[in-house]
């Protein structure tokens, strides 16, 4: 988090209200501070289980003063709800992806610019450098409040029902089911890909029935999906990879005391730290889980589908709608795309 100071929340006593109120009562928490959290991941995913390990160390090393109460999978509603909740001050904190933040800040979608990263290295290495501050600098200039560590989703593979993806000619005709996506619809289009945008909910049933071909996403959320039960095969494509950024109600945050300030930033820092080693670890075991539940695992040449975007003209595109600072920070770590 940038130096932005913090202030105190001074809680009254009374009736203990709604979830949507920023306001816990004394009744309700004996702590002065109470922040909610709010996420779509499952209650023992690493952002939960971390974010509760640095909510016992902030409400020790606060005397109790402050207390972080965590909202999983979605307890809080959806992704847009959480969004406007964090934004209008109704939730203190929730972890955006940024393809879901980049509908309110276009920029944080640079990160899932298909087939940029080719592993960890580069990722940490723009999202903790120049590429990240100047996203965070955008972010804040929509009024949030942003930490500084991303947190890890991971790298996002493409499944499929028949023959594994191998090379872009596979694509060609494809019906994927994607997130709703801007980028992701580009991307898929220029290797002749028909997406299809769906909600999570209606994924497990398009694939079961047929109504696409396959889907993308990172190797823990495939096994969460239980979609080795309608999908033969998973390719390791890892043509995308996104984090979540912890953002923060700019109003709440923005006049609470340094000395709070100063011990949230270094907590939620080591929880991320944490949580990048959980999610890198837990991609290299899901692929022996998925393979113990009926899938096939297929390596993958990622140069070629790069090949295949360059001449497609994908990312002369993206540089232009992203601008020529942020491909810049982002040409730093990945090297020359176009």
Request: hydrophobic residues 40%; neutral net charge; contains cysteine.
């Amino acid at each position: 988090m940038h130096s932005t100071s913090l202030r105190r929340r001074s809680l009254l006593g009374g009736a203990a209200g709604a979830l949507a109120c920023t306001i816990i009562t004394r009744a309700a928490s004996a702590a002065e501070v109470v922040l909610k959290f709010g996420n779509n991941q499952p209650a023992n995913y690493p952002l939960n289980r971390r974010m509760r390990e640095a909510g016992e160390r902030i409400r020790e090393r606060t005397s109790g003063r402050v207390e972080l109460q965590v909202f999983p999978q979605g307890q809080l509603g959806t992704d847009t709800d959480m969004l406007s909740q964090v934004r209008s001050g109704a939730v203190e904190l929730y972890t955006a992806s940024g393809l879901v933040l980049s509908t309110l800040v276009p920029v944080t979608a640079i990160n899932a610019v298909g087939f940029a990263f080719p592993g960890y290295d580069k990722v940490w290495a723009a999202m903790d450098g120049d590429l990240g501050a100047l996203i965070r600098s955008r972010i804040e200039k929509s009024g949030l409040v942003v930490f500084d560590r991303i947190f890890d989703i991971g790298f996002r593979q493409i499944t499929s029902g028949q023959s594994p993806i191998l090379a872009p000619r596979d694509l060609k005709g494809f019906k994927i089911r994607i997130p709703p996506s801007t980028l992701g619809i580009s991307m898929f289009k220029a290797f002749g890909a028909s997406p299809t945008a769906l909600n999570w909910s209606e994924t497990y049933t398009a694939l079961q029935t047929r109504v696409v071909d396959g889907q993308e996403n990172p190797l823990s959320i495939i096994d969460t999906g239980k979609f080795f039960e309608v999908q033969k095969c998973c390719s390791l494509t890892g043509h995308m990879w996104d984090g979540f950024w912890l953002l923060g109600n700019g109003r709440f945050f923005r006049t609470l005391p340094r000395n709070l300030h100063a011990i949230l930033a270094e907590e939620f820092a080591r929880a991320a730290d944490e949580d990048r080693a959980d999610v890198a670890a837990l991609e290299t075991s899901m692929q022996d889980v998925l393979r113990s539940k009926g899938m096939q695992i297929a390596q993958v040449d990622p140069a070629a589908f790069r090949d295949a975007l360059r001449a497609a003209g994908f990312y002369r595109e993206w540089r232009e709608k992203f601008g020529d600072e942020a491909w810049t920070a982002l040409e730093k770590s990945t090297g020359e795309l176009i």
